[in-house]
């Protein structure tokens, strides 16, 4: 080991493994008596090393449903407000247009014009107004069958699967926040209270998951609101679905930790002349200030290639001092008061070193990467606090702990035999990731390499300690421009957007629904509470679920998120999300009552479970089978058409066509070339990403833009935002005389075709006519001072705003070089054409006639 450093520094510190009394433990609390978990990915179960605080979380959220059932029905009237039950819903019957519409029989094998002509919304659950009003946003919370079957059999009959789609800490542009010495809760299940509890009168309220009845405490009949007594139905945690809460010391098991941020860099020379460090050192410095946090937050940098370099930004210091720990095998930390350091006490030393951190590997030959000892060296720093990880990495470890072999056979791309090596090559990452978790250590990953880097190992750190995966195939500062472009702006949102520290999540739901399986980057602490070292406003998850008991004593099913963080500021607070549902006996109403989108998300995570435990085409032939599976109960139980052709009801019209589009993505197609790595994070993409992500992904939104018109367009900030109708994603749609936009969600295409009118392409692009646009390359649209492009501009921005992410754009020319690999890769690939669509309805309808 050599230092340059204080001849004065210690020598080797021994690793801080002292437990963390995680605060987060101090959770919600709202032990469901789950079943085990079955199946699934790693993500979903996990055994193993990890969590020096087995049972804090549990100990400090308490509660559980009782041995005895509470089943009082009192018969006193509930206090007046919007949450009587008894007026909530009178099924389908009493929106008959709902039902018609829904149930309406399709039959798939006639109609081509299925797309709405805007993008599709989320089903509308048949609630009361008031209870529709206060239900929680389908953007936050959905569920696959917005009407929840009585019975298992019930659901088993439809055979369509019942789960949760959940965006829990998503941006929100309005959020009540309380603040209470009492967050009431109920005694029995640890529910907290929601707009769709009784109130039996101004001194009790009954619970509706559970139906405990509870007292109301003496606080909660002030409303800070209204300003006034006695009028506990009209506070805002019962007004709102959507609730935030600032927790009191009782959630917590020690004071909230500040914001810790460590850089994970490596400085190879693959890394180096690709031109990512140059790109991070610069983004870093320009969003330095912008970082969640306050006056405590602390920031700290490794980088490795086949040595360990540690920095000294101690304040005292009058320039940064690089310290080189060579020994991999055994990794150590040589300081540990100057290598995490308050960020606004060091400002000065963090900026010298990004200014130069390029230059000083500017010439490096090392090729080596020793990713596995950097990763251990930033557990051992970060563990007495926790923190955020984030590790860029751009080849395959080759060296210490961790180290890897390539395992892709480049001639097997394309084999329709089946894929091989989507699980880990090695257990040191996901054993480091549950040692992470338990000291509240998030680790973020972005892999920046066109070579196989085995994402199937690296990814557990990400998966297991709940952080994000990143994905740059081909980053080049030359040779890929629009690549590093993406880099940018993704690590400009990756680091100024919001995080939650040392957090946790439970689902509570109605009393006889049970959670089967999770989906998403956490660690599973307990059958029931989800560890999430860090929480993200841009991580979705998944929840399946099934009935254990009959709910034939009630009409509404409710669900109930509660995350407990800690947010950037050092505040622990929770946020509470309910959903309800009402609840159906007819095998009709629970189809008219299907998000196909939901149920499409949910079957990807599913598949990809399926295709790491078993093969991916099992996975695939599992996708197939539950189109059959629910076409076939349709039509056995609920259509009277006797008529031949492939009849499904309105509300699930799309699903043979989203679970085609489904079999041509990435993580489950066969028979193309598709790299491994490239393959895994697709996988990683649908696990962790909410569910209006995943479906641009799936099932792009085609345009044509020759012409639109302003024809429903939207008015914002003095600029117009065409609305373009929706086309099918079939070739017969696409015309040599249009210009087409294809949304894919991190990608857009532009398409010009051969014959497309002169005057357009000029106010468009600035070219004088189709033979004459050289932009086939292009990744921008040309800022012109005409209508189009204003419109053309406004549109791309609106579409951007929608997500969190950058979209890269592509233009492409309708061109004999380009023609083949855009039709292929947008049609083919990405959609689906008339004739392979058409097929696969055949082969559903043959399957269905076995």
Not at 106 to 111: A, G, K, P, R, S
Not at 197 to 223: A, H, I, T
Not at 298 to 305: C, M, Q
Request: aromatic fraction near 8%.
């Amino acid at each position: 080991m050599c230092y340059f450093s204080p001849a004065s520094m210690s020598k080797a510190l021994q690793s801080c493994t002292k437990p963390l009394k995680d605060n987060s433990s101090s959770q919600l609390c709202f032990v469901l008596h789950l079943p085990p978990f079955s199946g699934g990915d790693s993500s979903s179960t996990t055994t193993g090393s990890a969590s020096p605080v087995p049972n804090s979380y549990d100990s400090l959220e308490g509660g559980s449903y009782p041995g005895t059932y509470f089943t009082q029905l009192l018969t006193s009237n509930p206090f007046p407000n919007m949450s009587q039950l008894s007026a909530a819903l009178g099924g389908l019957s009493g929106v008959p247009e709902l039902e018609v519409e829904a149930l309406r029989p399709v039959n798939l094998l006639q109609e081509r014009n299925l797309l709405p002509h805007q993008p599709l919304d989320a089903p509308e659950p048949n609630l009361s107004a008031d209870l529709k009003k206060a239900n929680c946003s389908p953007d936050t919370f959905r569920c696959t069958l917005t009407n929840i079957p009585q019975t298992q059999a019930l659901l088993n009959k439809a055979r369509l699967p019942l789960g949760l789609l959940l965006h829990p800490f998503r941006d929100l542009a309005q959020l009540p926040v309380i603040t209470s010495n009492t967050i009431v809760r109920c005694r029995s299940c640890r529910t907290y209270i929601n707009p769709f509890v009784s109130f039996l009168d101004q001194r009790r309220w009954k619970c509706n998951l559970c139906y405990r009845v509870n007292d109301v405490p003496d606080e909660f009949m002030y409303n800070p609101v209204t300003r006034s007594y006695g009028e506990p139905h009209k506070r805002p945690e019962v007004q709102n679905s959507t609730v935030e809460f600032i927790a009191s010391s009782d959630y917590m098991l020690r004071p909230p930790q500040p914001a810790v941020y460590l850089f994970v860099l490596d400085v190879s020379h693959n890394a180096v002349e690709g031109g990512y460090l140059n790109v991070f050192c610069h983004t870093l410095l320009e969003n330095l200030d912008k970082m969640p946090g306050d006056t405590r937050t602390r920031v700290g940098f490794i980088t490795f290639n086949s040595t360990i370099h540690f920095y000294n930004l101690h304040e005292s210091l009058s320039q940064p001092q690089m310290l080189v720990v060579s020994d991999i095998d055994d990794i150590f930390i040589p300081t540990h008061d100057s290598l995490l350091v308050n960020l606004k006490e060091s400002r000065a030393l963090v900026r010298v070193l990004l200014t130069s951190l390029h230059s000083m590997f500017s010439q490096t030959r090392e090729t080596h990467s020793a990713l596995g000892p950097a990763l251990q060296a930033a557990y051992k720093l970060t563990s007495p606090t926790g923190g955020r990880v984030s590790v860029f990495q751009t080849q395959l470890p080759t060296l210490g702990p961790g180290l890897l072999q390539s395992r892709e056979d480049p001639n097997q791309r394309s084999s329709t035999k089946g894929v091989q090596h989507l699980g880990p090559a090695t257990d040191f990452y996901k054993k480091l990731a549950l040692d992470c978790s338990g000291q509240q250590i998030g680790v973020d990953l972005f892999l920046l390499s066109s070579q196989y880097s085995d994402l199937a190992s690296l990814a557990c750190m990400s998966k297991f300690s709940a952080g994000s995966i990143f994905y740059y195939p081909s980053l080049h500062h030359v040779h890929n421009p629009a690549q590093l472009d993406k880099f940018q702006k993704d690590l400009e949102r990756y680091l100024t957007r919001k995080i939650g520290f040392e957090a946790v999540m439970r689902i509570r739901c109605t009393k006889g629904l049970s959670i089967h399986t999770f989906h998403g980057n956490f660690f599973v602490r307990s059958t029931d509470l989800l560890s999430l070292a860090n929480i993200n406003p841009d991580s979705g998850f998944a929840v399946q679920m099934s009935i254990e008991e009959s709910l034939a004593d009630t009409s509404l099913a409710c669900f109930q998120s509660a995350l407990l963080y800690t947010s950037s500021k050092g505040k622990r607070r929770i946020r509470v999300h309910t959903l309800c549902l009402p609840v159906v006996s007819q095998l009709s109403d629970v189809y008219a009552g299907a998000d196909v989108q939901a149920i499409t998300c949910l079957l990807a995570n599913m598949a990809i479970d399926r295709s790491i435990s078993s093969s991916l085409s099992d996975a695939r032939d599992a996708l197939v089978n539950a189109v059959v599976d629910s076409l076939s109960a349709y039509k056995n139980t609920v259509s009277n058409i006797q008529q031949s052709g492939l009849i499904a009801p309105a509300a699930l019209c799309l699903f043979p066509l989203y679970v085609l589009a489904l079999l041509k993505q990435k993580a489950l197609r066969m028979g193309t070339s598709t790299k491994l790595d490239e393959r895994v994070f697709a996988m990683c993409e649908f696990k962790s990403q909410p569910l209006q992500q995943i479906m641009r992904a799936v099932h792009p939104d085609l345009y044509r833009l020759d012409t639109m018109s302003d024809q429903g367009a939207l008015h914002l900030n003095d600029c117009i935002v065409p609305q373009p109708h929706l086309l099918h994603l079939t070739a017969e749609k696409l015309t040599r005389e249009g210009a087409f936009l294809m949304d894919c969600g991190s990608v857009f295409y532009l398409w010009i075709g051969k014959c497309c009118n002169d005057v357009f392409i000029r106010d468009m692009l600035g070219c004088p006519n189709h033979a004459q646009t050289f932009i086939r390359h292009n990744t921008q649209i040309p800022e012109l001072e005409t209508p189009l492009s204003e419109r053309l501009r406004a549109l791309l921005a609106w579409l951007q705003d929608s997500r969190p992410f950058s979209s890269t754009l592509h233009v492409v020319k309708d061109d004999a070089t380009a023609k083949t690999s855009f039709f292929q890769h947008l049609v083919e690939d990405r959609s689906d054409s008339a004739l392979s669509y058409y097929e696969f309805l055949l082969h559903i309808q043959q399957q269905m006639s076995k």
